[in-house]
């Protein structure tokens, strides 16, 4: 689902926000599992099946995290404990992102014929995985509690940021989840429509407006055909 959809800008958004509203003056952990199962909704609606990994990786990530907080800080269990969420997550960034071009590669060099498919690269796997990264460290350090799966997934999964970043520290973005003062006010929405419709004039009209200069050049780069275009056709193109 696009921030710039009918869909998220029509349904997805204004539901949300009003059953929020709602939650959120008594009945604030029901408030904070509308918002993770909305992102969940959020992430799946295009890919559904890319849900899976990102379950499979919230579950690792906070199994790992809750085993650092039962052993002593420092101590070279809970290293081992980090290295081995760093090296997991990295691993299956590496494998989505490089495995065709590490088998392509190989296949050159070394006159073998591996088969080996080019692999969807699951919706915004870096973001959120760096994220979860960012968690295990600061649980490594204590400079956050053991917070529960529920919040745990709302810090990993809170669509505004989910599939397009930016990468926030769990002790920035915690604290005010966890915070009493979760019922929004007028204040609250002003600015935040404000700056949402501010990117979102952005993207409709300055960044897809642009595509129609950068598009025609990167697909003749594309097609092999770059070294037609004059130079200032290929300057517009990649500014």
Known sequence: MLFNSYEFLVIFLPLVLFVYWQLSTNHRRAAIGWITLASFFFYGWQTPYFL???VGSLIANYTISTAMSRVACGGWL???LLLLGVVVN???IGYFKYSFFVVENVNFL???AFKWHQLILPTGISFYTFQQIAYLVDRYRDEIENYSFLDYCLFVTFFPQLI???IVHPKEMLPQFMSGETHPKASHFAVGLTIFFIGLFKKTF???GLIT???PVFDAAQQGHGSNLRFIRLF????
């Open 78 to 80: 809970r290293r081992t």
């Open 52 to 54: 899976t990994l990102l």
């Open 164 to 166: 397009a970043g930016p």
């Open 90 to 92: 990295l691993g299956v």
């Open 206 to 208: 300055i960044a897809d």
């Open 236 to 239: 517009g193109g990649m500014s």
């Open 110 to 112: 070394v006159g073998t």
């Open 213 to 215: 200069l950068s598009g």
